[in-house]
């Protein structure tokens, strides 16, 4: 994930051929990303299929926390 515009929302690019997708956070002082280093995931997320695109984790909750999907 990047924020290539730098407006602080992380971008990521999915294939079209996978429905489902796990967001996880990496210990960033570490340039290995393993999963000996993974702080956080989220549970298995089903990506709609209504346009909504962008996914926001509610605070506190990562570790297969809830959140919204909405539009940017």
Known sequence: MTDS???GIYEV???NLQ???I???MNP???DNNWNNK???TGDLTVPTDGTNLYT???GTWDNGGGT???K
Do not use: E, H
């Open 5 to 7: 515009d730098g407006d």
């Open 13 to 15: 690019l999915k294939s």
């Open 19 to 21: 429905a489902n997708i």
């Open 23 to 25: 967001f996880c956070r």
């Open 29 to 31: 002082n570490t340039t």
């Open 39 to 41: 702080w956080n995931q």
């Open 57 to 59: 984790v509610k605070d």
């Open 69 to 71: 999907w909405s539009t």
